[in-house]
């Protein structure tokens, strides 16, 4: 894009821009906002309150800085597999599928094939 095309596409969105900023202006919900936020500033500074505090009186089940910090979540604990090798009868329990001696098992005879030799425990 040449230099003119640019300076004329940028000029271009300049004016855009200014139009919709005049729009906003003159719209009757954004100056309502606007007198809303600067009474609401005015507000806490009488009272010596932050936002979080609005927000802790307002909804105090947010969890907001007056709350104490909620219990870590637990994983369900992993369910033992027990695995047994047709030919040769050995056993593999194991809670995943990181165990070496599966992971030779999936090598020599194919994951579909072990998988089937998942039992109960």
């Not at 095309?5 to 900023?21: D, G, S, T, V």
């Not at 219990?71 to 593999?92: D, F, L």
């Amino acid at each position: 894009m040449s230099r003119l095309a640019e300076y004329r596409a940028a000029e271009k969105a300049l004016q855009e821009q200014l139009a919709q900023l005049e729009y906003l202006k003159n719209d009757d919900g954004l100056k309502k906002e606007i007198e809303f936020e600067q009474q609401l500033q005015a507000l806490m500074s009488k009272y010596d309150k932050t936002l979080r505090d609005i927000i802790a009186i307002l909804d105090p089940h947010t969890g907001a800085s007056t709350s104490a910090p909620a219990a870590p979540k637990r994983r369900r604990p992993r369910v033992v597999k027990v695995y047994q090798n047709p030919h040769t009868g050995e056993v593999i329990e194991t809670k995943g599928g990181n165990h070496r001696g599966l992971k030779n098992w999936k090598i020599q005879y194919g994951a579909e094939t072990v998988d089937s030799w998942l039992r109960g425990r």
